[in-house]
Protein backbone atom coordinates (compact mmCIF):
# COMPACT_ATOMS: atom_id res chain seq x y z
CA UNK A 1 0.00 0.00 0.00
CA UNK A 2 0.91 3.72 -0.38
CA UNK A 3 3.83 4.69 1.97
CA UNK A 4 4.94 8.21 3.48
CA UNK A 5 8.33 8.54 4.97
CA UNK A 6 9.41 11.61 6.80
CA UNK A 7 13.09 12.45 7.54
CA UNK A 8 14.22 13.36 9.82
CA UNK A 9 11.99 11.80 12.56
CA UNK A 10 13.49 14.27 15.02
CA UNK A 11 15.40 18.25 14.88
CA UNK A 12 16.61 19.78 17.77
CA UNK A 13 17.59 23.42 16.80
CA UNK A 14 18.96 26.28 18.67
CA UNK A 15 16.23 29.26 18.20
CA UNK A 16 17.26 31.04 15.25
CA UNK A 17 18.56 28.39 13.16
CA UNK A 18 17.17 27.61 9.64
CA UNK A 19 16.38 23.43 9.13
CA UNK A 20 14.03 21.62 6.19
CA UNK A 21 12.10 18.45 6.61
CA UNK A 22 11.18 16.14 3.98
CA UNK A 23 8.32 14.16 3.01
CA UNK A 24 8.77 10.99 0.35
CA UNK A 25 5.95 8.91 -0.77
CA UNK A 26 5.99 5.76 -2.67
CA UNK A 27 3.55 6.80 -5.10
CA UNK A 28 2.36 9.66 -7.36
CA UNK A 29 -0.36 12.29 -5.16
CA UNK A 30 -3.00 14.00 -6.17
CA UNK A 31 -1.61 16.85 -3.35
CA UNK A 32 0.24 16.51 -0.02
CA UNK A 33 -1.00 18.36 3.14
CA UNK A 34 1.26 19.38 6.37
CA UNK A 35 -0.51 19.39 9.61
CA UNK A 36 1.28 20.63 12.94
CA UNK A 37 0.57 18.79 16.60
CA UNK A 38 1.76 21.20 19.36
CA UNK A 39 2.29 18.82 23.05
CA UNK A 40 -0.90 17.32 24.01
CA UNK A 41 -2.79 18.81 21.29
CA UNK A 42 -4.27 17.40 18.19
CA UNK A 43 -3.37 17.67 14.16
CA UNK A 44 -3.89 20.90 12.99
CA UNK A 45 -3.72 21.90 8.96
CA UNK A 46 -1.33 24.13 8.02
CA UNK A 47 -1.31 24.11 4.04
CA UNK A 48 -2.25 21.99 0.94
CA UNK A 49 -0.23 21.57 -2.66
CA UNK A 50 -1.63 20.24 -5.31
CA UNK A 51 0.34 21.23 -8.64
CA UNK A 52 3.59 19.89 -9.62
CA UNK A 53 6.67 22.34 -8.19
CA UNK A 54 4.27 24.38 -5.92
CA UNK A 55 5.47 26.45 -3.41
CA UNK A 56 3.66 28.03 -0.82
CA UNK A 57 4.77 30.28 2.25
CA UNK A 58 3.41 31.26 5.39
CA UNK A 59 5.64 33.58 7.15
CA UNK A 60 8.12 31.67 8.20
CA UNK A 61 7.96 28.74 6.82
CA UNK A 62 8.14 27.39 3.35
CA UNK A 63 6.27 24.42 1.67
CA UNK A 64 7.05 22.96 -1.68
CA UNK A 65 5.58 19.89 -3.39
CA UNK A 66 7.96 17.94 -5.78
CA UNK A 67 7.82 18.24 -9.92
CA UNK A 68 7.23 14.48 -9.93
CA UNK A 69 4.41 14.87 -6.69
CA UNK A 70 5.91 11.63 -5.20
CA UNK A 71 8.09 14.53 -2.58
CA UNK A 72 7.70 17.73 -0.27
CA UNK A 73 9.57 20.03 1.81
CA UNK A 74 9.08 22.12 4.75
CA UNK A 75 11.75 24.96 5.69
CA UNK A 76 11.27 26.91 8.50
CA UNK A 77 13.81 29.74 8.51
CA UNK A 78 14.80 31.78 12.13
CA UNK A 79 13.09 28.92 14.32
CA UNK A 80 11.33 30.26 17.39
CA UNK A 81 9.84 28.36 20.97
CA UNK A 82 6.43 28.40 18.99
CA UNK A 83 7.69 26.22 16.02
CA UNK A 84 7.90 23.37 18.66
CA UNK A 85 5.83 20.41 17.70
CA UNK A 86 5.24 17.41 15.55
CA UNK A 87 4.98 18.52 12.00
CA UNK A 88 3.19 15.83 9.85
CA UNK A 89 2.88 15.37 5.98
CA UNK A 90 0.29 13.64 4.72
CA UNK A 91 -0.82 12.24 1.26
CA UNK A 92 -3.50 11.49 -1.21
CA UNK A 93 -3.03 9.17 -3.93
CA UNK A 94 -3.99 9.94 -7.27
CA UNK A 95 -7.00 8.23 -8.26
CA UNK A 96 -7.57 6.22 -5.09
CA UNK A 97 -9.62 6.94 -2.35
CA UNK A 98 -10.40 10.08 0.19
CA UNK A 99 -8.28 8.69 2.88
CA UNK A 100 -4.74 10.55 4.05
CA UNK A 101 -1.92 8.58 4.96
CA UNK A 102 0.01 10.25 7.42
CA UNK A 103 3.94 9.82 7.75
CA UNK A 104 5.46 9.00 11.31
CA UNK A 105 5.88 12.78 11.92
CA UNK A 106 9.06 14.79 12.74
CA UNK A 107 9.27 16.48 15.91
CA UNK A 108 11.16 19.38 16.54
CA UNK A 109 12.53 21.04 19.71
CA UNK A 110 14.00 24.26 20.11
CA UNK A 111 16.75 25.25 22.45
CA UNK A 112 16.38 29.09 23.16
CA UNK B 1 -13.26 25.28 9.21
CA UNK B 2 -14.89 22.70 11.01
CA UNK B 3 -15.68 22.97 15.49
CA UNK B 4 -15.39 19.05 16.43
CA UNK B 5 -16.69 18.48 19.92
CA UNK B 6 -15.01 14.76 20.85
CA UNK B 7 -16.32 12.97 24.28
CA UNK B 8 -15.10 12.08 26.34
CA UNK B 9 -11.50 13.76 26.21
CA UNK B 10 -10.23 10.90 28.17
CA UNK B 11 -10.98 7.88 30.25
CA UNK B 12 -9.39 4.93 32.48
CA UNK B 13 -11.22 1.72 31.28
CA UNK B 14 -11.47 -1.43 33.50
CA UNK B 15 -10.16 -4.20 30.86
CA UNK B 16 -13.52 -6.17 29.16
CA UNK B 17 -15.41 -3.43 28.77
CA UNK B 18 -16.07 -1.19 25.90
CA UNK B 19 -15.97 2.52 25.84
CA UNK B 20 -17.80 4.59 23.09
CA UNK B 21 -16.37 7.85 21.78
CA UNK B 22 -18.47 10.85 20.42
CA UNK B 23 -17.65 12.91 17.26
CA UNK B 24 -20.18 15.78 16.88
CA UNK B 25 -19.60 18.55 13.79
CA UNK B 26 -20.97 22.14 13.91
CA UNK B 27 -22.21 21.60 10.37
CA UNK B 28 -22.50 19.22 7.48
CA UNK B 29 -19.64 16.95 6.54
CA UNK B 30 -18.87 14.71 3.88
CA UNK B 31 -16.37 12.46 4.95
CA UNK B 32 -15.59 11.46 8.99
CA UNK B 33 -12.64 9.00 9.79
CA UNK B 34 -11.60 7.33 13.26
CA UNK B 35 -7.83 7.48 14.09
CA UNK B 36 -5.35 5.99 16.68
CA UNK B 37 -2.66 7.61 18.08
CA UNK B 38 -0.14 6.25 20.45
CA UNK B 39 1.97 8.90 22.27
CA UNK B 40 4.69 10.04 20.25
CA UNK B 41 3.81 7.81 17.05
CA UNK B 42 1.92 9.31 14.18
CA UNK B 43 -1.60 8.39 13.48
CA UNK B 44 -3.27 5.14 12.10
CA UNK B 45 -6.42 5.55 10.16
CA UNK B 46 -8.73 2.64 12.05
CA UNK B 47 -11.75 3.55 9.32
CA UNK B 48 -14.00 6.07 7.43
CA UNK B 49 -17.51 6.35 8.87
CA UNK B 50 -20.00 5.98 6.15
CA UNK B 51 -23.20 7.58 6.56
CA UNK B 52 -25.85 5.25 6.75
CA UNK B 53 -23.72 2.28 5.76
CA UNK B 54 -21.02 0.46 7.39
CA UNK B 55 -17.41 1.89 7.73
CA UNK B 56 -15.06 1.11 6.04
CA UNK B 57 -11.84 -0.47 8.12
CA UNK B 58 -8.31 -0.37 6.75
CA UNK B 59 -6.23 -3.47 7.55
CA UNK B 60 -5.65 -4.59 11.12
CA UNK B 61 -8.80 -3.26 12.52
CA UNK B 62 -12.22 -5.25 13.01
CA UNK B 63 -15.54 -4.33 13.56
CA UNK B 64 -16.05 -6.58 16.01
CA UNK B 65 -13.52 -4.64 17.84
CA UNK B 66 -14.59 -1.06 16.88
CA UNK B 67 -17.97 -0.77 15.67
CA UNK B 68 -18.70 2.47 14.31
CA UNK B 69 -21.68 4.59 13.65
CA UNK B 70 -22.63 7.78 11.48
CA UNK B 71 -26.29 8.47 11.25
CA UNK B 72 -25.55 11.47 10.10
CA UNK B 73 -23.78 13.79 7.96
CA UNK B 74 -22.76 15.29 11.46
CA UNK B 75 -22.45 12.93 13.70
CA UNK B 76 -20.22 9.39 14.43
CA UNK B 77 -19.31 7.30 16.90
CA UNK B 78 -16.58 4.78 17.61
CA UNK B 79 -16.87 2.04 20.26
CA UNK B 80 -14.02 0.24 21.57
CA UNK B 81 -14.83 -3.14 22.39
CA UNK B 82 -13.81 -6.13 25.33
CA UNK B 83 -10.81 -3.64 26.03
CA UNK B 84 -7.28 -4.71 26.53
CA UNK B 85 -4.42 -2.74 28.08
CA UNK B 86 -3.27 -2.74 24.37
CA UNK B 87 -5.81 -0.49 23.15
CA UNK B 88 -4.69 2.36 25.20
CA UNK B 89 -3.74 5.02 22.87
CA UNK B 90 -5.44 8.28 21.71
CA UNK B 91 -8.09 8.27 19.57
CA UNK B 92 -9.10 11.28 16.98
CA UNK B 93 -11.87 11.67 15.25
CA UNK B 94 -11.37 13.71 11.74
CA UNK B 95 -13.61 15.15 9.14
CA UNK B 96 -13.57 16.13 5.60
CA UNK B 97 -16.09 19.11 4.29
CA UNK B 98 -16.37 17.86 0.94
CA UNK B 99 -14.96 15.10 -1.73
CA UNK B 100 -12.82 18.09 -3.20
CA UNK B 101 -12.12 20.20 0.06
CA UNK B 102 -9.92 17.71 1.42
CA UNK B 103 -8.58 20.10 4.22
CA UNK B 104 -8.35 17.16 7.49
CA UNK B 105 -10.13 18.84 10.64
CA UNK B 106 -9.44 16.49 13.97
CA UNK B 107 -10.99 16.66 17.05
CA UNK B 108 -9.62 17.05 20.62
CA UNK B 109 -9.15 13.25 21.16
CA UNK B 110 -9.51 10.72 23.51
CA UNK B 111 -7.07 10.13 26.20
CA UNK B 112 -7.87 5.90 26.59
CA UNK B 113 -6.50 4.02 28.99
CA UNK B 114 -7.26 0.29 29.82
CA UNK B 115 -6.38 -0.91 33.03
Known amino acids: GQQVMQIPQYQHVQEGEDFTTYCNSSTTLSNIQWYKQRPGGHPVFLIQLVKSGEVKKQKRLTFQFGEAKKNSSLHITATQTTDVGTYFCAGKTQGGSEKLVFGKGMKLTVNP | SAVISQKPSRDICQRGTSLTIQCQVDSQVTMMFWYRQQPGQSLTLIAT?????????ESGFVIDKFPISRPNLTFSTLTVSNMSPEDSSIYLC????????????FGQGTRLTVV
Open chain 2, 49 to 57: ANQGSEATY
Open chain 2, 94 to 105: SVQRTVMNTEAF
